[in-house]
Every structure is written in structure tokens, then in C-alpha cells.
């Protein structure tokens, strides 16, 4: 099975396709992990475009679709989601949501990714790679767990402990989709993961327009 993989949840987005099969793994064929800021409207259709040129592959030949459900900030993660939700539904493929926390490092650990506002999501998991607690959001100094830590090194002096630092991948996805994608109608609707309100909120007041 041929799967378009994506994911917004982070500054860095990651487009990519790989090969599939039950019981026989993955096999990643290209990827584009683009920083991308606040930009991931302007550039994930052109890392699609670019992983599949990179597989040597089209559109065409997607049989399914994989992507990040958060955390993330709000505008970030709705691109990813509804870009994978657009894809599926023009071509009639299943398409599988996963948490991007679950889609980084592996083994025993304790995610940590920038969440803004000096708070970091976090999940934690066991050595089987299975989630034990989170996802959630929290001031790194507050998360009180003792690692080890991968995800962004960037709040290793917050934790007071060293952070690996990894990514979302490709391969990662599949990993946690890999249930899913034994049987597609498993697979629920695409909610992002949303773990707080957003910074925008509508005015408490109209203002008098003066002439």
C-alpha cells in the first residue's frame, strides 16, 4: 500500500511516501521536512509535490493517506488535517489520524514539543512504544516526570535534563497508524487535538464608529 504522509503539528511540516504491507513494515520512498513557521499553508503542497517527484510516484498512485492530529497550534495543525481530509475525499481513500506526538522518537520516553506561550505538549510511553499518559500541555518546570525526554532540546534547562532531538517522521506515522491501516474502517474522523483555547477570541465589545 502506497501512503501519502503528513503532519503540521510542529514548526517543521513533513511530507512524505512510503510503502506499507501488513506484518512487513515500512518502507519510506521520499520525504520533505520543510521549517515551515507559521507558513504551512504556502509549503505543504509543494512538499507534497516535491516527495512525490523525490518517489518517483503520483497522486494517482496514493492508496491511502496518514496525518498529524496535534497537538499543535490551531492554524498550523487545521492544514495539515484538512489537506489529508481533501485529498482522501477527492480520491475516495481511507485516511487515518494519529497523534504526532506518538510519530516522534521511539521506545520509552517523554515527547516534549513547543507548545508557545513558554509550554510544551508532552506524552509519555512505555518501552513497547505504547502511550501511557498525555497528550496535554504544560510549563516544562510543572511537567514533573524524569525522562528520558525526546523532542525539542530547546527546554532541556526547563526540564533540568537533557532533550534528544527528534522529529515527526514519516516512518513514525506509519508506526502509529500501522492498526488503522490493517483495518481502515477502524479508523475515526479526523479530530485535531486541540488542547486549549485559541489566541484569537471575538471582541468582548462593539466599538461606536465615529463619522
Do not use: N
Not at 527528534?166 to 506509519?174: E, Q
Not at 475515526?188 to 486549549?196: D, K, N, Q, S, T
Amino acid at each position: 500500500m502506497l501512503v501519502l504522509a503528513l503532519d503540521t503539528a510542529t514548526p517543521t511540516l513533513v511530507a512524505g511516501l512510503a510503502r506499507w504491507t501488513p506484518g512487513g513494515g515500512t518502507e519510506v520512498l521520499a520525504e520533505r521536512a520543510v521549517p515551515s513557521g507559521t507558513k504551512h499553508a504556502e509549503l505543504l503542497t509543494p512538499a507534497i509535490r516535491g516527495a512525490l517527484a523525490d518517489a518517483g510516484v503520483a497522486l494517482a498512485d496514493v492508496e491511502a493517506v496518514v496525518t498529524g492530529l496535534g497537538p499543535g497550534p490551531f492554524t498550523g495543525l487545521r492544514v495539515g488535517v484538512v489537506t489529508a481530509a481533501a485529498i482522501a475525499d477527492a480520491r475516495g481513500l481511507p485516511v487515518v489520524g494519529v497523534c504526532s506526538l506518538d510519530a516522534v522518537g521511539s521506545g520509552a520516553r517523554t515527547v516534549v514539543t513547543d507548545a508557545r506561550r513558554k509550554e510544551v505538549y508532552w506524552a509519555a510511553y512505555a518501552a513497547d512504544g505504547s502511550r501511557t499518559d498525555g497528550p496535554a500541555v504544560v510549563r516544562p518546570e510543572e511537567l514533573g516526570l524524569p525522562g528520558p525526554f525526546t523532542g525539542d532540546p530547546a527546554f532541556a534547562a526547563r526540564l533540568g535534563a537533557d532533550v534528544v532531538p527528534a522529529d515527526v517522521t514519516t516512518a513514525g506515522l506509519l508506526r502509529a497508524a500501522t492498526p488503522q491501516l490493517a483495518d481502515p474502517s477502524s479508523a475515526g474522523p479526523l479530530v485535531p487535538l486541540y488542547l486549549r483555547r485559541p489566541d484569537a477570541v471575538p471582541p468582548t465589545s462593539i466599538k461606536a464608529v465615529t463619522q
